[in-house]
């Protein structure tokens, strides 16, 4: 069994992870091929619909998901669903039915099951799922705007609310803290953190408790 396995590597909070891991070894799973990976980790490309398959075979102690996309990127809400739900739950069916007994998953802050808005609602019945499926210790992380460098074009008003960010944050006080922007590395370095803690439950970690946790 490895250390962890890393799927979402290619987006900010999965880079981030890999650039911040220090002595926790990764084996990471990607759709295509990733340059400049370090030797310390091991790199499996594959296409989605293996990856249950080939995380079950790797038996890793702890299943880390930086997945995430939008609805314009996927193209449609049933594609964003795809990605967003059904292809997080299937990794995470492979590595449970294989041993694993930590997961560490990046979801939203406000995401909830019941939720009016699409988005919030998928992330919320990906939580949902995610704990019917009884690993001994799940830690689902909830940032809100993710500041740093992105790959790829960016986001539609992202622009906007980074540069409007450090207002918005300031007037974000008591239970609403949850709500500001936090870097992705933050949340990087919280997931390194968390990786291998052995206490069992769930735990919902957001904005501040992030933060601590990376210092």
């Known amino acids: ?56 075979v790797e038996r890793p102690r702890v299943l880390i998901s930086c997945l995430g996309t939008t609805i314009r990127q996927a193209g449609s809400e049933a594609a964003f669903r795809a990605v967003d739900h059904d292809l997080i739950l299937a990794a995470a ?25 699409f988005y919030l609602r998928t992330k919320g019945e990906t939580e949902d799922g995610l704990r019917a499926l009884g690993f001994e210790r799940l830690d689902i992380l909830r940032p809100g705007l993710l500041m740093g460098d992105r790959a790829g074009p960016k986001r539609m008003g992202e622009g906007i609310a980074i540069a409007a960010a ?26 390194v953190a968390l990786a291998g803690n052995a206490q069992p439950g769930v735990r919902i970690h957001e904005n501040d408790a992030m933060r601590r946790l990376a210092d």
């Open 93 to 117: 069916r492979g590595a449970r039915m294989a041993g694993a007994t930590q997961m560490i998953v990046v979801s939203s802050v406000g995401a909830a099951a019941k939720s009016r808005n």
């Open 166 to 191: 450090p207002l918005a944050d300031a007037l974000l006080h008591g239970s609403l803290r949850r709500y500001r922007s936090i870097p992705g590395e933050t949340v990087a370095r919280a997931i």
């Open 1 to 56: 069994m490895s250390d962890a396995l890393l799927i979402g590597a290619t987006g900010m909070v999965g880079g981030a992870v890999i650039a911040n891991a220090g002595a926790l070894s990764l084996t990471v799973l990607v759709r295509r091929e990733m340059d400049d990976l370090p030797e310390a980790h091991a790199l499996l490309v594959a296409p989605p619909e293996r990856w249950a398959d080939i995380i079950a």
